[in-house]
């Protein structure tokens, strides 16, 4: 039977699986995230185990190089985090085993699930947009990631500071400047002394993130024109923010330009907190055709 | 001889004009825009002078239908300009003459134009911001026209107020919340009771203006990551804007993320005010392979 790997490769953990010719899942592990060489010696031996994969899509937190003109294409780019800057991750795959590789953002696997679950349907352009310890969003235009120069980190787009936040802000390069400077999970928290999971619906850090993500919306509406604009990561996991976002973004909007119904529009994730698996999946898939 | 035709469809006037396989100009000339079947009529009555054109690319002021699927494809949308909204501009002119058409919009067309410029450099993806009466923008991606749910008016994204600037804005939709209602030529006339033309070099204007179109420089920069972003429209032929821009820009985004030398990167338009009628030449060609 052929199988199909993915590699969801986040800051803190990597999450590997293994599945069917239906994407049917038929194996998952977690390794926490350590060094490029360490981490990565772990991934292929948990591959080891599995003698017939057709393809593998990898999913890698940022930045990370997708031009495959250049030089340093599947490497991990300038980054903090330590053992990682400059590590060739693709490279250390292939050289493990020569198949072919899928290899993108964490934020374009997830897209690229979200994406594929609406396959059927109208959607031809979508943002996904996650909202977490980082904000960062994966873009889809006509069917194709979206990539140029480099790949996009559309969490540091400007925005309106709320009047009522007078929070200086996350960002370590731009601080209250862009949307990941006010609107990130640690941002929330930093701002007001407390998680973004503890606070109460009722609380008016609600009302600002809305704004903010609002806003959001409105920029990438207007440059994009998007079908779908899907809200991932942990501080969407709160019910009382979505209705919120939507509020807001007709009131930024002001009836400007026809979107879809916002409640089709602006939404939370569908395939929940397998997306990012799935897209590795998928993409994995469409290197084997590529190949 | 072959040739093409051009219709470069502006707000105040539509500019006509004919060109030879090589793209050169063989003809042109200049009608004022009235309402649209008076105005389509004398377009048509001007190429009716000639009898061998094979394409004419069409490029229109906005809002307009670029959805093929659309049973309202080639109109002219909800505009307050009178005798435009729900035209049939497209059709119109298909049933003067059934030959093969590309119809876009204005900024499109301009952004083709500078995009085919350096046609044969690295530049895959290109951002055309026009600021003159307007702000707009065409958006060119891995060489193909952006377009979703409607095309882009990225002119409306969200900016941050300059803290200087207390002016209400001009946009009719977002006031002072958008770019255009800030940036645009008859903001700035209305911001400081003066023309944009006549304000001196020294003038502050010249420094908000400058904060506006970098933090739209970067938030297309982050979205995008397009390998040029070109200035157009009236407001940038003033000399002092582009540098002012340009050390505005890496100011604001203090380091973060990797582009083209600035010098490459925010440019004035290398077609000067001929964008417009060569990408309409260089898409009626495309438009003939097409058909
Ligand atoms: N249910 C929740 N409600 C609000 N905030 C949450 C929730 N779950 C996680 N978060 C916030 O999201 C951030 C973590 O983001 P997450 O997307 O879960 O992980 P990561 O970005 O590290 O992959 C933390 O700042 C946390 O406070
Ligand atoms: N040389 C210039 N310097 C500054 N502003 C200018 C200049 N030329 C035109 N403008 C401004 O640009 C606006 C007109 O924009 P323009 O792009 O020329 O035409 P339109 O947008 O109507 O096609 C006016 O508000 C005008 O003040
Ligand atoms: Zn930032
Ligand atoms: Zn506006």
Same mark, same amino acid.
């Given at each position: 039977? /052929?199988? !199909?790997? /993915?590699? *969801? ?7 590997? &699986? ?22 990565? /010696? ?10 017939? @994969?057709?393809? @593998?899509?990898? #999913? ?12 340093? +294409?599947? +490497? ?8 990682? %800057?400059?590590?060739?991750? !693709?490279? +250390? ?25 609406? =396959? ?19 873009? @889809?235009?006509?069917?194709?990631? !979206? ?20 929070? !200086? ?26 998680? =973004?999971? *503890? ?14 993500? %609002?806003?959001? #919306? ?6 994009? $024109? ?11 996991? $709160? ?5 919120? @976002? ?35 999946? +998928?993409? &994995?898939?469409?290197?084997?055709? $590529?190949?």
């Amino acid at each position: 039977m /052929a199988l !199909l790997g /993915a590699i *969801e490769a986040g800051g803190t953990k990597f999450i590997l &699986a293994v599945c069917d010719e239906n994407f049917n899942i038929i194996d998952r592990t977690v390794v926490p995230t350590e060094d490029g060489p360490t981490t990565l /010696a772990k991934v292929t031996t948990y591959f080891d185990q599995f003698d017939n @994969i057709d393809a @593998i899509g990898v #999913a890698a937190f940022g930045p990370v190089d997708l031009n495959p003109q250049s030089k340093t +294409y599947g +490497y991990v780019l300038d980054t903090p985090k330590p053992g990682w %800057a400059g590590f060739d991750f !693709l490279g +250390y795959l292939k050289n493990w085993r020569d198949i072919p590789y899928y290899w993108t953002t964490d934020v374009n696997g997830s897209a690229w699930a979200e994406y594929r679950h609406g =396959a059927n349907s109208e959607v031809k352009s979508l943002v996904y947009l996650t909202v977490g310890t980082g904000v960062g969003a994966g873009i @889809i235009v006509n069917g194709q990631i !979206l990539s140029g120069f480099g790949h996009p980190e559309a969490g540091h787009i400007i925005i309106s500071k709320n009047p009522k936040d007078h929070y !200086l802000g996350h960002c370590p390069f731009h601080h209250d400047r862009c949307l990941e400077g006010v609107a990130s999970g640690p941002a929330m928290e930093d701002r007001w002394q407390q998680s =973004a999971k *503890e606070l109460a619906d009722e609380h008016m850090a609600w009302e600002i993130e809305a704004d903010y993500l %609002a806003q959001a #919306a409105m920029t990438y509406t207007t440059i994009l $024109r998007p079908d779908k604009i899907v809200f991932g990561g942990g501080v969407p996991h $709160r019910e009382v923010l979505l209705p919120l @976002i939507r509020k807001r973004f007709a009131e930024l909007m002001a009836g400007y330009l026809a979107t879809p119904d916002l409640e089709d529009y602006l939404v939370p994730v569908a395939n929940g907190d397998n997306a990012g698996i799935l897209g590795c999946f +998928y993409l &994995a898939k469409s290197a084997m055709t $590529r190949a």
